[in-house]
């Protein structure tokens, strides 16, 4: 059985929207309190400048930092695991709470281009799904993981 605890509010900008409908933003994050109130900023501020109504769901997977905390200062929704269950449950805990027409997936630290989301989204049309790939010169994957 799937546990967790939410806090915060769904941010939904007031624009207009296209034919898309709400966009779910889901962030899984586990042990980020470094990293996760830039992403929020950064996500947040991409999103307000676009057509597209959005809500941002940040899940906590059971981080023992200030992840959490610094999540709902930035005023994110947050859902609380327990304890760490793993990024693919942090997924399905996000996936299961979106209640966007289509939902975009990026993590917490910043190495996906977060700033590329309403284009991908634009890329959308008929399709069921869409995906974007961390590659050339601005693409931050980490070294070491």
């Known amino acids: 059985m ?4 939410e806090s915060s ?19 899984p994050a586990y042990n980020e309190e470094n990293a996760i109130t830039e992403t929020i900023e950064q996500v947040r501020e991409v999103m307000s400048a676009s057509q597209y109504d ?5 899940v906590n997977d059971g ?18 695991h327990e304890v ?6 942090g997924l399905k805990t996000g996936i299961v709470a979106a209640k966007g ?8 630290d910043g190495t996906y281009p977060n700033d ?12 069921d799904m869409v995906v974007g790939a961390r590659v050339g010169e601005a693409a931050k994957i980490p070294l070491i993981r």
């Open 116 to 127: 590329r989301i309403p284009e991908l989204l634009s890329e959308a049309g008929p399709y």
């Open 54 to 58: 959005y809500e941002l769901i940040i």
């Open 9 to 27: 509010e769904t941010m939904t900008p007031d624009v207009s929207t296209d034919s898309l409908g709400l966009v779910s933003i889901v962030i």
């Open 63 to 80: 981080s023992t930092d200030q992840t959490g905390e610094k999540a709902r200062q930035a005023g994110a929704r947050v859902l609380n």
């Open 2 to 5: 799937d546990t967790y605890s």
């Open 101 to 108: 027409d289509w939902i975009v997936i990026t993590d917490a």
């Open 84 to 89: 760490n269950q793993g990024y693919g449950a």
